[in-house]
């Protein structure tokens, strides 16, 4: 079983940044491919971006390209994503998710990944 604790969240000006994490823990450290996915108030919940296993290949929806990056440090059982160029549009919760160690590529659709933590708030302000 994986764990996630998602942190990082907080308030900022739109054109601000954060930079949130995610630390996977549990008896074994099986993450595989890990993702990041964000939900809204009205909306559903959307991906954002996801990073395979070893790091090498990432993907992002296209509202957060040029915007966002991916990235993990697996010594660490972290994964980050940095948010630059904060928009009022960004503002959600946003939660992070893994596939299992056997699922390690990247993928957009949320029923392919296994363990969710339980979210972290982002709110831009105008």
């Known amino acids: 079983q994986v764990q996630l604790v998602e942190s990082g969240g907080g308030l900022v000006q739109a054109g601000g940044s954060l930079r949130l994490s995610c630390a996977a823990s549990?008896?074994?450290?099986?993450?595989?491919?890990m993702g990041w996915f964000r939900q809204a108030p009205g909306k559903e919940r959307e991906f954002v971006a996801s990073?395979?296993?070893?790091?090498?290949?990432?993907d992002y929806t296209d509202s957060v390209k040029g915007r966002f990056t991916i990235s993990r440090d697996n010594a660490k059982n972290t994964v980050y994503l940095q948010m630059n160029s904060l928009k009022p549009e960004d503002t959600a919760n946003y939660y992070c998710?893994?596939?299992?160690?056997?699922?390690?590529?990247?993928?957009?659709?949320?029923?392919?990944?296994?363990?969710w933590g339980q979210g972290t708030q982002v709110t831009v302000s105008s």
């Open positions: 549990g008896r074994t450290f099986s993450a595989g491919a």
């Open positions: 990073i395979s296993r070893s790091g090498a290949n990432t």
């Open positions: 998710a893994a596939r299992s160690g056997l699922r390690l590529g990247v993928r957009k659709e949320q029923k392919e990944y296994d363990y």
